[in-house]
């Protein structure tokens, strides 16, 4: 629930400015038409290039989105991908964009790395395409599972259940922007939701639903911050480069904020001033906070990770409840694609024979330099 002062802040912005600050995701209602042209044309790509990531179709790929998407999707992803004005939530969801195959999907495996990409082939070519709308290219991170390709599954791990992790259920997932560690992490993020059986709440926070800077705010653009790397990429106490959280525009910014690692975890080794200044800010922030949706099989959340954070709610992974009965489900998978709009920014920090391969270790350094 929203504080006297948040809402009175509103009031001002929507008096003083002329729009209405964004609280919740753009929900695209997504045809029976254009569904069944998306999946034609994922068929149609597959069979024409074996591979999503086959560097013939990864080199024309805009093309192939412009001309292949169904113009409406095609017209709403390019126009998100530069609009960064003061009513952009950042995150629009594209309800029902896929019919999901739940028998040729088979049981969801025990864990990411038994996944079998065979059967998720054609799901890749339909993510790439909304990626290359905005447009940009699909990219991997080293320090994302030592690269992993550009498509990732996502599934719940028993054996990392309690981690603030893709992998882990039993915990609510923080909001973060993905990669917060990196100054050049992605730019757009999609997740589509294979099956969310269990019936899982995606939560979503948007820099823009705060309205206009105010003075907490302001105290993120100074770079005092600490950006740990993820927890289970170290376990030492953090001692890397400094950062703001608030960066770019100062009217309009841009975020780089992980709740998890930057203000709950000991080893974050923040200064008193800036751990007391996060605090604040996330005691607003977490008002914020939306988890109204919840993603149905087919379903693309579609983000910009400068503008919006994501996390979930905590589950009991294969388990639902229905009628206050503990029924037994298929659990929870997700794919992830990631991507950047220009591969020029990012050339000091990719792979030598890859452009498409980020290197990047934490706040500038590359993997492998001291």
């Avoid at 400015?17 to 929900?27: K, R, V």
């Avoid at 969310?196 to 705060?210: A, D, G, I, K, Q």
């Avoid at 993820?230 to 309009?252: F, H, T, W």
């Amino acid at each position: 629930m929203k504080s006297q002062s948040l809402i009175e802040d509103e009031i001002l912005v929507k008096e003083n400015y002329g729009y209405q600050i964004p609280t919740s995701p753009l929900i695209v209602e997504v045809t029976p038409q254009e569904r069944n042209i998306l999946s034609n044309v994922g068929t149609l790509l597959e069979k024409a290039f074996k591979s999503y990531e086959n560097p013939d179709y990864i080199e024309a790929l805009h093309l192939y989105s412009f001309q292949l998407l169904p113009e409406r999707i095609a017209r709403i992803l390019s126009r998100f991908g530069t609009d960064f004005s003061a009513d952009q939530y950042g995150a629009i969801i594209f309800r029902g964009l896929l019919e999901v195959d739940q028998d040729h999907l088979g049981p969801t495996p025990a864990n990411w790395q038994s996944a079998d990409y065979s059967k998720l082939n054609k799901y890749g070519f339909i993510c790439s395409l909304l990626h290359g709308a905005v447009p940009s290219k699909p990219v991997q991170y080293y320090a994302q599972r030592k690269g992993g390709g550009i498509l990732h599954a996502v599934i719940p791990d028993e054996k990392m259940a309690g981690t603030q992790t893709g992998s882990g259920s039993k915990t609510n997932l923080y909001v973060h922007t993905e990669d917060a560690f990196l100054l050049h992490q992605a730019d757009f993020l999609s997740f589509l939701y294979l099956r969310n059986e269990e019936r899982v709440p995606s939560t979503l926070y948007s820099v823009r639903s705060h309205g206009k800077v105010n003075k907490i705010m302001e105290k993120l653009f100074d770079p005092i911050y600490q950006c740990p790397k993820d927890a289970n990429y170290q376990d030492e106490i953090n001692d890397g480069p400094l950062a703001s959280v608030l960066y770019g525009n100062k009217d309009l910014p841009f975020i780089r904020f992980d709740a998890a690692e930057q203000i709950f975890n000991e080893k974050a080794g923040q200064t008193p001033e800036a751990l007391y200044n996060l605090t604040e800010f996330w005691n607003e922030a977490k008002e914020l906070i939306n988890s109204d949706y919840i993603p149905d099989s087919g379903d693309v959340i579609f983000v910009n990770n400068h503008l919006c954070a994501h996390g979930r709610s905590a589950f009991t992974a294969g388990q639902r409840e229905e009628n206050g009965i503990i029924v037994p489900c298929e659990r929870r998978q997700m794919l992830r694609m990631m991507s950047k709009t220009s591969l020029i920014h990012i050339r000091s920090m990719t792979h030598t024979d890859d452009p498409y391969f980020v290197m990047e270790e934490h706040l500038g350094k590359v993997f492998g330099q001291d």
